[in-house]
């Protein structure tokens, strides 16, 4: 079955009664040269289970059950659980869950689908979610070796921002923080049915194996990185001091010791410096 093929597609879905939703950003994938490209990027091999999050109607879903051991699919739409019946009917590793991924227990699906295997994830997320399902895999600290996913092309310019440039964010330090990422080819809208109104692009994130700081270290640190990334044009004195209570003075001791000046914003430290800057911060707590 052609899962690429309009036509194929316009059918299936005609037969089952499927109509796209907005609400949960549903764009198919009918470029055939994509999922096995996001497959073979993405760990989908031998001696590897993979997750995946966002079925569609299964088009990257078949192309990593081709490839890996086992195929754990998190879905939300129950509309889709009919379709994929019949569009992954040749593949017995493969296991969906009908749960918002925001609330599944993902360590316990790897845990019991992925005995003996290394894990990864793969995923086309929808542009509305991105941001909170990389860090909740990331902040999770899944025991994955890749998390290859498709977002927005803006996000995964923002994602793959060298930490310290005017490009990057709050989203670009946590990241950075949790792992490495890279960006790995773009995706031109006219890959999608519907077609969204922006193109996307493919990054890999490869998570970090050790904290870089202790629990309460790292609790601190992200307040610090939210706060002051929140109030890009102000300065990290004006943004830290209106929105986490700590004193100006405070702020520019800590920037001192680091070495920058008084009117430094948040977006001009690098990982190293705001990682310093956090731990001065907080011996002033």
Request: hydrophobic share 40%; proline share 4%.
């Amino acid at each position: 079955m052609n899962l690429t093929n309009i036509g194929t597609v316009k059918d299936i879905l005609s037969r089952h009664g499927f109509s796209f939703s907005k609400g949960l950003g549903q764009n198919f994938i009918i470029n055939p040269d994509i999922c096995p490209r996001i497959a073979e990027y993405g760990n989908a091999s031998q001696g590897f289970g993979v997750i995946e999050i966002g079925t569609g109607i299964g088009v990257l879903t078949a192309e990593l059950a081709k490839r890996a051991d086992k195929v754990s699919a998190v879905e939300i739409d129950t509309r889709l659980l009919p379709i994929l019946n019949e569009t992954l009917a040749d593949f017995d590793n493969v296991k969906i869950y009908n749960e918002d991924v925001m609330k599944c227990d993902l360590h316990r699906i790897i845990r019991e689908d992925f005995i003996g295997l290394k894990a990864a994830v793969c995923a086309n997320l929808p542009y509305y979610i991105t941001s909170p399902v990389i860090m909740l895999l990331l902040e999770s600290r899944l025991p994955v070796e890749s998390i290859t996913v498709m977002v927005q092309k803006e996000a995964a310019q923002r994602l793959c921002a060298k930490v310290g440039s005017r490009e990057s964010g709050a989203i670009t330090v946590g990241v950075n923080y949790y792992g490495t990422v890279k960006k790995l080819f773009d995706v031109s809208r006219g890959s999608f049915m519907p077609s969204p109104n922006v193109d996307s692009a493919v990054i890999r994130i490869e998570p970090n194996g050790t904290p870089l700081l202790d629990e309460e270290e790292e609790k601190f640190f992200f307040r610090v990185i939210k706060s002051g990334f929140s109030q890009r044009r102000k300065t990290a004195a004006n943004s830290l001091s209106s929105l986490m209570g700590i004193s100006k003075d405070d702020v520019y001791e800590a920037l001192r010791i680091i070495g920058l000046s008084e009117n430094t914003r948040m977006e001009q430290l690098d990982m190293e410096q705001l990682i310093a800057f956090s731990k001065e911060l907080r011996k002033k707590q």
